[in-house]
């Protein structure tokens, strides 16, 4: 497909439990973004790849909450130790930066994350 | 710190015209992006500006004006299937080019 995909597209998990969630940008995007979005709630940036760089994780809310990615491609966010207040929609974006405009964040559908 | 401000609701009628606000305060700016999310899916992307101005896209159109810090996107002709939530959001010129989204602005509109 020619969008972003995400998996898995709902999580229901028990709390302690650790969780991965995938992101599979559009390809040739060397910009991805994880953003957390709880019901009824904005948009809420957790963390930065763009290229080779280091990742921006300047909105990670604690350790337990890690992401990596491998060059250009998969992104992998993982949640250790859940928590209740982890449940939310976790979204995926991928951007271009190649010039032009250049700034428009593609989104994936999303991981629904449930802790009990 | 960085911070985007926007009305988180506004009510309008179907058939009307809405417009809705965004102020913006951060380190750097390159554009001023606008996003529609309906309820239980993904952004997507409806318009951008970085120069001053009007950007018209059919019935959406978006206005910039950088020396105000401020934007907004009007909805004209208001139908039932714009009910969503609309996110302003700026891309900054820095080493990631990171862009920072609104808290969003629930549009609910009436018959």
């Known amino acids: 497909g020619a969008g972003v995909s995400q998996s898995p597209s709902n999580k229901v998990t028990e709390k302690g439990k650790d969780v991965e969630l995938r992101c599979d940008p559009i390809s040739g995007h060397t910009a991805l973004y994880w953003y957390r979005q709880r019901l009824g709630q904005g948009l809420e940036f957790l963390i930065y790849f763009q290229g080779n760089s280091a990742p921006d994780k300047s909105g990670l809310p604690s350790d337990r909450f890690s992401a990596e990615r491998t060059g250009e491609s998969v992104s992998t966010l993982t949640i250790q130790r859940t928590q209740q207040e982890d449940s939310a929609v976790y979204l995926c974006?991928?951007?271009?930066?190649?010039?032009?405009?250049?700034?428009?964040?593609?989104f994936g559908p999303g991981t629904r994350l449930t802790v009990l | 710190g960085q911070s985007l401000e926007q009305p988180s609701e506004v009510t309008a009628v179907e058939g009307a015209i809405v417009q809705i606000n965004c102020t913006y305060q951060?380190?750097?700016?390159?554009?001023l992006s606008w996003y529609q999310q309906h309820d239980g899916g993904a952004p997507t992307f409806l318009s951008y500006n970085a120069l001053d101005g009007l950007e018209e896209t059919g019935r959406f159109s978006s206005f910039l004006s950088r020396s105000d810090s401020y934007g907004y996107l009007l909805l004209q002709e208001l139908q039932m299937k714009d009910s969503a939530s609309y996110f302003c959001?700026?891309?900054?010129?820095?080493?990631?080019?990171?862009?920072?989204f609104g808290k969003g602005t629930r549009l609910h509109i009436l018959p």
């Open positions: 974006a991928s951007s271009s930066i190649a010039g032009g405009h250049t700034d428009t964040q593609y």
């Open positions: 959001a700026v891309s900054r010129v820095n080493r990631d080019d990171k862009i920072i």
């Open positions: 951060t380190s750097g700016f390159y554009g």
